[in-house]
């Protein structure tokens, strides 16, 4: 039983890398609290519903006003890397095929939507803020 204690306090204590902290949408100071209210890339309902502050170390997220704008420049590449792979299909593929990449292309926007926005944020804000050392 102790043992168990001591692996799961051990567990707990485990830092998180830069990437885990970038996919888990976590606090680039902390890596502990949450970015968003809601948790998961992929959300469809208040999907950029962020807390102000992380719930661990109190660091304010939004860091200048319009700093969020930013995160179109880390937005950008996740659409291009969904959607070219279907952009290419449709121009190369058999022409009966091209509007069903086409309609695929589009769909797949529109699925992976909340994950361009919320990963682009997270990305963002993980360049642009350094772990505090402890
Ligand atoms: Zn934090």
Redesign the pocket.
Known sequence: MKASLFYLYQLKEKEISFTQSVIGL????????DLFKKKGLIVYSDMLEMHED??????HYEIEPGFWLGSLWTSYPIVILIEVPFLFLALFADKEMTWVYLGAMILSFLISWPLMLRLGRSIWIHINVRKEEN
Do not use: I, L, Q, V
């Not at 992380?54 to 660091?59: H, I, K, R, T, V």
């Open positions: 976590k606090c680039p100071n902390c890596r502990k609290g992380c719930s661990n170390c109190e660091f």
